[in-house]
Each structure stands twice: as structure tokens, then as C-alpha cells.
């Protein structure tokens, strides 16, 4: 995808007319709209799941009341990796009710994951973050979904970035930085809100590939995940410097 280019718009020629270009319009409404439905169920799934365990009494088999993971928090906290390789690499065999069991399963494990952050933040400090993040997030895809401009470009330099800071993030957990924490955090932040308008063109222009194909199904639960994993990071990298911590 790295090379898109909107089919419609490349040559006037191929643009669609009439009753052609109305269909074309309503089949990528109707795709962008469920994407958008699976990614905000997804996270409202992770939030609830998040919310009910963090006041549970089997919060203590993962988590120590200071947020540090057992050994079954580690299992819990690496599976959803797990779960986006099955996702990405398997994707073709899998069917889609397949797809959509594991992104369910993926923002429940998620949502155990970040229970922590409630015993770390305060209850109003990770609301405002969450509904800053949500309104962030809206405009930045609202763009990508938008612009005329090809985003394709950025892609390599956003990865490279995002993997420069995961890269410093490990290297904090020796240093202890303060400073360094809060340049990662803010970095953070811009990577995945460029992130969110190249991955709202691409799922965008991923629907020209799969439009009447069986695959369709199957890319609007990758498209979903994409964008979920682009706002809950960007979400914690604004908790970092936005929350109130207990």
C-alpha cells in the first residue's frame, strides 16, 4: 500500500458518473462506517473490561496494587502480541468469523492490560485523556479520510519512528529518565496521530482491492484493528504527561 493511488482520481477517464459513482460512493461509506463500528466497539470493549476488572478482587492474581505484573500478568500482557501476529499473518486462511473472535479477544486482553493504568491515575485524569485522545483522533482521521494529499510517503518515516521509540522506551527501563520518558511521550503522541490519517487513506484505499470480494469482511476487521492500535497508543502516550497519577 505504500504506492496508493486513488484509482477514481488518477485519470479522468476512469473516474466513475452517474449511478457507477453513486454505488462507488455508498459501498466506501458503508466500508469506512463499519471499520469505524468494530474499532469503537473494540475500544469500548477494552474500556469496560478494563474499568470492571481494575475494581475486581481477581485484580491481585495479575497486577500488584502498585501496577507491577505476576507471571500470569506477563502472559496476559504479551498475548495480545500473539494475537496481532495470528491476525496479520493468518489473515488469508482465516474465515471471518475467525478474524473478528481474535479482535474481540485481542481488546478484551487489552482491556485487562490496562486496568493497571487506573491504579496509577486518577479516575478524571484518564477520562480527560481518553475523551482529548477521542477528539484528536477523530480529526486526524477525518483528514486521511478526506485530503487529496497521497500520505503514502510518510508511511516508512512514521514505522521507523515508532520503532526508534520503542527501541528508547527499553532503554528507559535501565536509565530511569525523566526527561527521556517525556520526550518519548510526546513523540509518541505525533507518531501515531501522523499514523491515524496515513492509516485512515490507506484502509481508505485498501476498499478499491477488496470491493466485491470475499475478502471484504476480512479487511474491515484489519482496518479496525489498525486504527485501535493507532488511538489506544496514542492515548497512553498523552496519559504519560496529561495524567494525574495517584
Known sequence: MANWSDPWTTSAAAAPTGARAAAHDAGLRSYMLSVYNYMASGVLLTGIVALLFANSPYMSLLFSPEGRPSGLGWVVMLAPIGLVMWLS???N?????AAKAIFWGYAVLMGLSLSTILLVYTGTS???TFFASAAAFGGLSLYGYT??????GFGSFLIMGVVGILVASLLNMFFQSSGLALVISILGVLLFAGLTAYDTQRIKSMYFQVQ???FVGKSVVMGALTLYLDFINMFLF???FMGDRR
Open 147 to 152: 485530503t487529496k494529499r497521497d500520505l503514502s
Open 93 to 97: 486462511r482465516l474465515s471471518d468469523g
Open 126 to 128: 484518564v477520562a480527560q
Open 212 to 214: 466485491g470480494t470475499s
Open 238 to 240: 498523552l496519559l504519560r
Open 89 to 91: 499473518f493468518g489473515i
